[in-house]
């Protein structure tokens, strides 16, 4: 515990120095007058404090812009790009960034690692505690204990990256295609958990809602009747406006079960606990179940829209395409870039379980299928 806070402590430390140095390096001294730096550091440190914060939301989208491999490379040619010489060291760096980053190879290689980390850290602990611990953690789920079905349809923090240009899937449901893959997988799940006698209540983040209060009741709608369509009963479903990140749903599923009376009890041994099914994109499942276990509540990972699964062909010239860069390859390492700086976010806010080499926490898989 204490290293973990040395480790938090000397993060923080180390981030406001590559801020300061930042500030110094690109910003000239004669414009970087205290006022300003005072106004730059406070939007950076409400960002932390109140991240569903709708301005400060937008203006950390900006402000965060030079940590992604787009915008960092941007900020190298600028400059590189001075009126005096061009400095081809920092061309040459931005063009290397842009070329791992847009090339599907890496893409596919680095989403791939973070889809799979849940299942890899189960698999693992399993095979330890085959040995040591063979009742410790069991090989079948108990899905008959799931006490509540979540769906993360929607969340600022890792849902709505800010190059996604989202669709629709027809003109009468203004939904994200991704968005109706996810709850049409959600309700294969809660088909699944009523046949292993489970009967849950489906919990539904709609996110942040703008608009009037027919467009939010509009869009409420719109999810409920994709989950209607797809076999779950209407009085099941609860959607709820679950703010702008997964920590502040995970506290209002607490909420909701404690005003249920199903609230799970965190004393009990964990074979006798009963577990969230959580629904979330498999790239962000991660952090999205630790997040739940560090609120005490056992998740159960339903991990959805998968990006790093390699094409199944044995083609070479379809082989050799993944080593030509793209727009979609570079979109998608931005998803992973972004996903990293969420963790990295969560892990300074105490959001997440206590690490050493892993995490403390193991989050659970439902098995054998799919979804």
Known sequence: MVLELLTRILLWAAMGLFIWYVLLKFIPRSFLTWFGGAIILTLFVLAFIDPNDETIGAIWKIISLPLTP????????????????????????????????????????????????????YRVQQGICDDVCPAGIPTDIPLSQVAIEVVIAENMDFVSPVEAFPS?????????????????????????????????PVYVTAGPLYGNAEEEAAKEEALRQVLIGSGIPREVITIEDAGMDIHRAMRDVREFLADRGTLPDENLPQRSSQRVALVAPALSMRRAALTFE???????????????????????????????????????????WNELLSSFYYFLRNWLPGVDVSWNEVVELVPDETP
């Open 70 to 121: 787009l915008g960092f490379s941007i900020g190298l040619l600028v400059v590189a790009l001075t009126p005096k010489k061009i400095k081809g060291r920092y061309v040459g760096v931005a063009l290397a960034i842009l070329l791992v980053a847009s090339t599907p190879l890496f893409a596919r290689f680095f989403v791939n690692q973070a889809e799979q980390a849940v299942q890899e850290a």
């Open 168 to 200: 629709q899937v027809d003109s009468e449901v203004e939904l994200d295609p991704m968005l109706v893959t996810r709850l049409q997988s959600a309700a294969r799940l809660y088909a699944r958990l009523r046949a292993q006698g489970s009967d849950p």
């Open 294 to 336: 560090k609120g005490g509540l056992q998740a159960i990972a339903w991990p959805t829209n998968l990006y790093g699964g390699s094409k199944a062909t044995g083609d070479t010239l379809a082989r050799l395409s993944d080593l030509v860069p793209s727009a979609e390859a570079l979109s998608l390492t931005t998803r992973y």
